[in-house]
């Protein structure tokens, strides 16, 4: 998937339709991503960076931060929606851990259009061969 590169390339409004499904983005779940994601966010919590720590704490090995989800949720919503969206509310409930080896694809649907805000709320998932890692709705305002 291309991310859009210049606010120009951001989708409007009102060629924005209700149902409309975003493209699924697959990301590939790696040590790096989960070890990185979790020191960015300073969460030195040992289950995020060390594999026999959270074996220790009966996990098949680490498993990836709240936050680090959070920060792929608005990568998947942002590049559908382009550079100049402004991001409202995200909501988001954990389900399934995500752990390295797997691949998490993401899909998501427009929901409800607002006129006198001009933002639309996209429903979304995230899912690996477990299940669903995350699901919830984002609130996105477009020109």
């Known amino acids: 998937m291309t991310l ?19 493209p699924a983005l697959a990301v ?7 070890a990185g994601g979790a020191i960015a966010t300073r969460d030195y919590f040992p289950g995020h960076h060390d594999a026999e720590a959270a074996r ?17 949720v608005q990568r998947f919503v942002e ?9 409202c509310e995200l909501k988001i409930k954990l389900g399934a851990p995500n752990y390295p080896g797997d691949t998490m694809t993401f899909s ?16 979304l998932k995230g899912k690996n061969a477990m299940g669903n890692h995350v699901s919830g709705t984002v609130r996105v305002q477009l020109p």
């Open 56 to 72: 220790a704490l009966g996990s098949p090995h680490i498993f990836m931060n709240i936050l680090t989800t959070n920060g792929l």
């Open 79 to 87: 590049g559908w929606t382009g550079a100049g969206a402004r991001l």
């Open 108 to 123: 998501g649907t427009v929901g409800a259009k607002r006129d006198h805000d001009r933002t639309v709320e996209i429903q």
């Open 28 to 34: 590939p779940i790696t040590v790096a991503l989960i």
């Open 4 to 22: 859009p590169k210049t606010p120009s390339m951001t989708r409007r409004f009102d060629a924005v339709q209700p149902g409309e499904e975003l």
